[in-house]
């Protein structure tokens, strides 16, 4: 049996990254050892909760097929059926384990008999009610079980439609909380069960009292037919029984549903209510007032989940439900509860939601946009104003409500509220003047581009909101991007609007007037975000920015400081002007700018660009130098011409500079056989002869010294893909990349092969891998290459795969150790390994059925290169293999009367399953093979 770690180590592992988990190891076999656990008597309860939270939450990594699936619950069953009558809480998480195996892997949708199985069982769960002596821990299993129905019924709608008697039933003689369960598990099958009708022909009577007293078996079959849920688009899209159905005893019990509702928490109460929504919108003869005595207990709670249900009711049923008194009624309601004290904020937030949604208050065009609210008034949102002591998201909300009714109001006390929220603005933007948090600063941007997206064409307001922000900039620097990213926002929402231009042109007034004494390097870097910003206004004349720019160079040390950052923030400024429609009439000036930066500024790469910009200009028209500079929206090039074209108009010159992609694939790699100097013949020229001290002390002292190579060497042939295009028959200087999908690699480095003629023999690729873990693995590979055109392309190769036997290398002797010195390390490691001393060695054994011929010439074709003792008389081989960078593998094989046996030993336990799948693959012609 393998050493391992702990299973707590292993749970936490597994679920910090799944895949990077099971790539030291199978699904299968981790799901083995896992049931093996859950069967196991010795781990307590707790440690079985933790394991099944593995099958919780990833049981289609754990169980990748149905037949997994059904095999695995089939398991746990066994193992819920052994479990211990007092171990409720385990009890329970196993059922939701099972429940969530068999609706994850389809063996529900699959009707498999473990399925079947499983839902007989819980049945019988909740018909047993005898467990009333044993207080809420025994009911707890009951509800576990009805919620696990419930879930299967959604999965597979119409599965209890042939239960509803037995249900009803029970809900009915069950006077304890498991009360609530069985209603809930009851609604949901009798809503399924009369959406199942409504898709049927004939639909009479008989059909529908066989419906409700239903009491066979479960109804596998019955939805073959998709089933759609509410909310549908609307009430002509609803399916609906014959109006000439006798609905009687239907009505009765949906009324009783009702009344008993009143007994529940209100999250199970919103649960049922909604489910009888749907019911009652299915069935002409039930008329909606059903839930009319409903509604009053509806508008008078403080419950959210309770106002979900009753909005539900009026977007389902609407004038035949609710009246207009009702509508007003709700609303008004909406507005109370959006400011209730009692209320947290999250509550008071979906309260303005819905009050800010409300169809009737906000009419729909015929665009399908919302139009200004028409109910709700300022004088009724007189509680909702916002202060500075609220929250940033409630008072956001109360803004944007707010702004919008005011918008719609005109004069009178009206035009006191608009006030308000102004003056609530400017309160604001005091409170960021006066160093407010950063939360503050974030909300207050966010309340100003509220106010303005309503407010921006009332210059009394527009105007005063300029010269605030540019007051508060003069004095916080730090808000240029808050500033910048309020003016890009507001021209994406408005393009017509010219307050982000007026706010701009103050603050670039505002900088380029500042005394040069009062600039520091941090302010300046600011400013020069700002004016960068305001280039790109084409209303805004700039020759004042480049006056301002050109004398902060000439009359300081800026450019002799070489600040790298503050060079490029110029150019980035400058960049903007020379695309600037007003460049001539500051031509000169910026020409001065240019040419004293590539002259004076002390750092080579803005030196550099300045150079160019000034060659630009100087060479340039306007037009054609600012399709040279335009940049695209993610800050690419326009358009892939626009650099050729500074040279000539050529679409030969264009294709020469950009990397084609290849229709398919062009190049490959494929397996040669040729010999590769291995680990033993490249190492160990260092170490000592065995004369002083053993030859297996020497050989630990030098893997702990790094004496052994750790790199792994494969050696391909580099050929073409069948079928490619003649153009690639002569291909020069190909980069052949690699990506390693795994941290068990190191990265590897590109590798440059000359050519590649399709008439010639094709180039040999050696590919160098260094291991951190002896574990297989796959590379992605993808190429670029040169055809005689001159034209470069892009190509992807298919996937170099690096199996488990190719890592294998003999182990890092001494050249011309003899085979009695391997011998002797070999027993020296086996014996260590085999004590189980080191953590994380590991022993096991492989049988397979195969005659004395068959086996020779496996260990021939197979393990030659790594004997170190044959023993035919005795029928005894030791292979010893090296995994590098520090492992080793162990094969004692041993041919007895009726199998071979072949013993394992390794001092990595994690690699047992890649070991047992590689000896089965080479196993595989054998008779009958078995593993153990």
């Given at each position: 049996?393998?050493?391992?770690?702990?299973?707590?180590?292993r749970?936490?592992?597994?679920?910090l990254?799944?895949?990077?988990f099971l790539?030291?190891?199978?699904?299968?076999?981790?799901?083995?050892?896992l049931?093996?656990?859950?069967?196991?008597?010795?781990?307590?309860?707790?440690?079985?909760?933790?394991?099944?939270?593995l099958?919780?939450?990833?049981?289609?990594v754990?169980?990748?097929t149905?037949?997994?699936?059904?095999?695995?619950?089939?398991?746990?069953?066994?193992?819920?059926?052994?479990?211990p009558?007092k171990?409720?809480?385990?009890?329970?998480?196993?059922?939701?384990?099972?429940?969530?195996?068999?609706?994850?892997?389809?063996?529900?949708d699959?009707?498999?008999?473990?399925?079947?199985?499983?839902?007989n069982?819980?049945?019988?769960?909740?018909?047993?009610?005898n467990?009333?002596?044993?207080?809420?821990?025994?009911?707890?299993?009951?509800?576990?079980a009805?919620?696990?129905l419930r879930?299967?019924?959604?999965c597979?709608?119409?599965?209890?439609?042939q239960?509803?008697?037995?249900?009803?039933y029970?809900?009915?003689?069950?006077?304890t909380?498991?009360?609530?369960?069985?209603?809930?598990?009851?609604?949901?099958?009798?809503?399924?069960a009369?959406h199942?009708?409504?898709?049927?022909?004939?639909?009479?009577?008989?059909?529908?009292?066989?419906?409700l007293?239903?009491?066979?078996?479960f109804?596998?079959?019955?939805?073959?037919?998709?089933?759609?849920?509410l909310?549908?688009?609307?009430?002509?899209?609803i399916?609906q029984?014959?109006t000439a159905?006798d609905?009687?005893?239907?009505k009765?019990i949906?009324?009783?549903?009702?009344e008993?509702s009143?007994?529940m928490?209100?999250?199970?109460?919103?649960?049922?209510?909604?489910?009888?929504?749907?019911?009652v919108?299915?069935?002409p003869?039930?008329?909606?007032?059903?839930?009319?005595?409903?509604?009053?207990?509806?508008?008078?709670?403080?419950?959210v989940?309770l106002?979900h249900a009753a909005?539900?009711?009026k977007?389902?049923?609407t004038?035949?439900?609710?009246?207009?008194?009702d509508?007003?009624f709700?609303?008004?309601?909406?507005?109370?509860?959006a400011?209730?004290?009692?209320?947290?904020?999250?509550d008071?937030q979906f309260y303005?939601?819905?009050?800010?949604?409300?169809?009737?208050?906000?009419?729909?065009?015929?665009?399908?946009?919302?139009?200004?609210p028409?109910?709700v008034?300022?004088?009724?949102?007189?509680s909702?104003?916002?202060?500075?002591f609220?929250?940033?998201?409630?008072?956001l909300?109360?803004?944007?409500?707010?702004?919008?009714?005011?918008?719609?109001?005109?004069?009178?006390?009206?035009d006191?509220?608009?006030t308000?929220?102004?003056n609530h603005?400017?309160?604001?933007?005091k409170?960021?003047?006066?160093?407010?948090?950063?939360?503050?600063?974030?909300?207050?941007?966010?309340?100003?581009f509220?106010?303005?997206?309503?407010f921006?064409?009332?210059?009394?307001?527009?105007?005063?909101l300029?010269?605030?922000?540019?007051?508060?900039?003069?004095?916080?620097g730090?808000?240029?991007?808050?500033?910048?990213?309020?003016?890009?926002?507001i021209?994406?929402?408005?393009?017509?609007s010219?307050?982000?231009?007026?706010?701009?042109?103050?603050?670039q007034?505002?900088?380029v007037?500042?005394?040069?004494?009062?600039?520091?390097?941090?302010?300046?870097?600011?400013?020069l975000?700002?004016?960068?910003?305001?280039?790109?206004?084409?209303?805004?004349?700039?020759?004042?920015t480049v006056v301002?720019?050109?004398?902060?160079?000439?009359?300081s040390?800026?450019?002799?400081?070489?600040?790298w950052?503050?060079?490029?923030?110029i150019?980035?400024v400058c960049?903007?002007?020379?695309?600037?429609?007003?460049l001539?009439?500051?031509?000169?000036?910026m020409?001065?700018?240019?040419?004293?930066?590539?002259?004076?500024?002390?750092?080579?790469?803005?030196?550099?660009?300045a150079?160019?910009?000034?060659?630009?200009?100087?060479?340039?028209?306007w037009?054609k130098l600012?399709?040279?500079?335009?940049?695209?929206?993610?800050?690419?090039?326009?358009?892939?011409r626009?650099?050729?074209?500074?040279?000539a108009?050529?679409?030969?010159?264009t294709?020469c500079?950009n990397?084609?992609?290849t229709?398919?694939?062009?190049?490959?790699?494929?397996?040669?056989?040729?010999?590769?100097?291995?680990?033993e013949?490249?190492?160990?020229?260092?170490?000592?002869?065995?004369?002083?001290?053993?030859?297996?002390?020497?050989?630990?002292?030098?893997?702990k010294?790094s004496?052994?190579?750790v790199q792994?060497?494969?050696r391909?042939?580099?050929?073409?893909?069948k079928?490619?295009?003649p153009?690639?028959?002569?291909?020069?200087?190909?980069?052949?990349?690699?990506?390693?999908?795994t941290?068990h690699?190191?990265?590897?480095?590109d590798?440059?092969?000359?050519c590649?003629?399709?008439?010639?023999?094709?180039?040999?690729?050696?590919l160098?891998?260094?291991?951190r873990?002896?574990?297989?693995?796959?590379?992605?590979?993808?190429?670029?290459?040169?055809t005689?055109?001159?034209l470069s392309?892009?190509?992807?190769?298919?996937?170099?795969?690096?199996?488990?036997p190719?890592?294998?290398?003999?182990?890092?002797?001494?050249?011309?150790?003899?085979?009695?010195?391997?011998?002797?390390?070999?027993?020296?490691?086996?014996k260590?390994?085999?004590?189980?001393?080191?953590?994380?060695?590991a022993?096991?054994?492989?049988?397979?059925?195969?005659?004395?011929?068959?086996?020779?010439?496996?260990?021939?074709?197979?393990?030659?290169?790594?004997?170190v003792a044959?023993?035919?008389?005795?029928?005894?081989?030791?292979v010893?293999?090296?995994l590098?960078?520090?492992?080793?593998?162990?094969?004692?094989?041993?041919?007895?009367?009726?199998?071979?046996?072949i013993?394992?030993?390794?001092?990595?336990?994690?690699?047992?399953?890649?070991?047992?799948?590689?000896?089965?693959?080479?196993?595989?012609?054998?008779k009958?093979?078995?593993?153990?």
């Amino acid at each position: 049996m393998a050493t391992r770690n702990s299973w707590d180590q292993r749970i936490s592992a597994f679920l910090l990254s799944p895949s990077q988990f099971l790539s030291c190891t199978t699904p299968d076999s981790f799901l083995s050892e896992l049931l093996d656990e859950l069967r196991d008597d010795k781990p307590n309860d707790y440690k079985k909760i933790l394991l099944l939270k593995l099958l919780l939450e990833y049981p289609t990594v754990l169980c990748a097929t149905t037949s997994v699936g059904e095999g695995t619950a089939q398991e746990l069953m066994s193992v819920l059926s052994l479990t211990p009558q007092k171990s409720v809480n385990l009890k329970c998480h196993l059922l939701l384990a099972i429940t969530n195996i068999l609706i994850c892997t389809s063996c529900l949708d699959s009707q498999a008999k473990a399925a079947e199985d499983y839902t007989n069982f819980l049945f019988s769960i909740i018909q047993d009610t005898n467990d009333n002596a044993g207080g809420p821990s025994l009911h707890l299993l009951r509800v576990t079980a009805c919620d696990c129905l419930r879930e299967m019924e959604f999965c597979h709608p119409g599965l209890l439609s042939q239960k509803l008697e037995t249900l009803y039933y029970l809900k009915q003689q069950e006077t304890t909380a498991l009360h609530q369960s069985y209603c809930m598990l009851y609604t949901r099958g009798l809503k399924n069960a009369i959406h199942l009708l409504t898709l049927q022909n004939d639909v009479d009577n008989a059909k529908l009292r066989g419906v409700l007293g239903g009491n066979e078996g479960f109804a596998w079959k019955s939805a073959e037919l998709p089933l759609c849920t509410l909310p549908f688009s609307s009430m002509s899209h609803i399916p609906q029984l014959p109006t000439a159905l006798d609905c009687k005893e239907l009505k009765s019990i949906l009324s009783l549903l009702l009344e008993e509702s009143y007994l529940m928490t209100p999250t199970l109460q919103a649960a049922v209510l909604r489910e009888l929504v749907e019911v009652v919108a299915m069935i002409p003869a039930v008329p909606p007032v059903i839930f009319k005595s409903q509604l009053l207990r509806l508008f008078g709670t403080m419950e959210v989940e309770l106002m979900h249900a009753a909005l539900l009711m009026k977007g389902t049923f609407t004038d035949s439900l609710f009246t207009t008194e009702d509508e007003n009624f709700l609303l008004k309601r909406l507005v109370s509860m959006a400011q209730h004290p009692l209320l947290g904020e999250p509550d008071k937030q979906f309260y303005m939601d819905c009050v800010l949604h409300f169809p009737e208050n906000r009419p729909i065009s015929s665009s399908g946009e919302e139009g200004l609210p028409v109910l709700v008034t300022p004088r009724l949102t007189l509680s909702l104003l916002p202060t500075v002591f609220k929250d940033s998201t409630t008072m956001l909300c109360q803004m944007h409500l707010l702004s919008l009714v005011h918008l719609e109001a005109d004069g009178g006390d009206e035009d006191r509220g608009l006030t308000y929220l102004f003056n609530h603005l400017m309160a604001l933007l005091k409170i960021v003047e006066n160093n407010g948090s950063k939360e503050m600063v974030v909300t207050t941007f966010r309340v100003s581009f509220i106010f303005l997206t309503h407010f921006h064409h009332m210059e009394r307001f527009s105007e005063k909101l300029v010269d605030s922000f540019r007051q508060l900039y003069l004095r916080h620097g730090r808000l240029a991007p808050h500033l910048i990213n309020l003016v890009d926002r507001i021209q994406e929402c408005l393009a017509e609007s010219l307050w982000p231009v007026q706010l701009l042109r103050a603050l670039q007034k505002s900088i380029v007037e500042m005394p040069l004494l009062q600039l520091t390097l941090q302010d300046l870097s600011w400013h020069l975000k700002v004016l960068g910003r305001a280039a790109q206004e084409s209303q805004i004349g700039q020759r004042s920015t480049v006056v301002f720019i050109l004398n902060i160079l000439i009359n300081s040390n800026l450019c002799e400081r070489r600040s790298w950052q503050v060079g490029n923030s110029i150019l980035a400024v400058c960049r903007h002007l020379l695309q600037h429609p007003t460049l001539s009439q500051m031509f000169t000036e910026m020409a001065d700018l240019l040419q004293h930066m590539s002259r004076n500024y002390e750092d080579t790469d803005i030196q550099d660009h300045a150079r160019f910009y000034y060659t630009l200009t100087t060479n340039l028209c306007w037009a054609k130098l600012a399709g040279v500079l335009a940049k695209g929206p993610e800050g690419r090039q326009t358009k892939v011409r626009s650099w050729s074209a500074i040279l000539a108009d050529s679409e030969g010159l264009t294709n020469c500079l950009n990397v084609h992609q290849t229709d398919g694939c062009v190049l490959q790699l494929s397996e040669t056989h040729e010999h590769i100097p291995r680990c033993e013949e490249t190492v160990t020229e260092t170490l000592k002869t065995p004369h002083e001290k053993g030859l297996f002390e020497l050989y630990q002292e030098q893997l702990k010294t790094s004496g052994c190579a750790v790199q792994l060497t494969l050696r391909y042939s580099l050929t073409h893909a069948k079928g490619t295009d003649p153009r690639f028959d002569r291909i020069f200087t190909i980069c052949l990349h690699f990506d390693t999908n795994t941290s068990h690699y190191e990265d590897v480095s590109d590798i440059h092969v000359p050519c590649l003629f399709r008439d010639r023999k094709p180039p040999v690729v050696e590919l160098s891998l260094k291991l951190r873990q002896p574990f297989p693995t796959s590379l992605r590979l993808s190429a670029i290459f040169t055809t005689e055109d001159g034209l470069s392309w892009h190509t992807q190769m298919p996937d170099v795969d690096v199996s488990f036997p190719e890592i294998f290398l003999p182990v890092p002797l001494p050249l011309g150790t003899s085979r009695e010195c391997k011998e002797e390390v070999f027993d020296h490691i086996w014996k260590s390994t085999s004590s189980g001393e080191p953590s994380s060695s590991a022993t096991s054994l492989f049988c397979f059925k195969t005659g004395s011929d068959a086996l020779a010439d496996l260990i021939k074709g197979n393990f030659e290169d790594y004997l170190v003792a044959e023993t035919w008389d005795q029928s005894v081989w030791k292979v010893f293999t090296f995994l590098p960078p520090l492992c080793h593998v162990l094969l004692m094989i041993v041919q007895a009367e009726d199998a071979c046996q072949i013993h394992i030993a390794t001092d990595n336990w994690e690699l047992l399953p890649h070991i047992g799948s590689y000896l089965q693959n080479i196993t595989a012609l054998s008779k009958n093979p078995a593993s153990s």
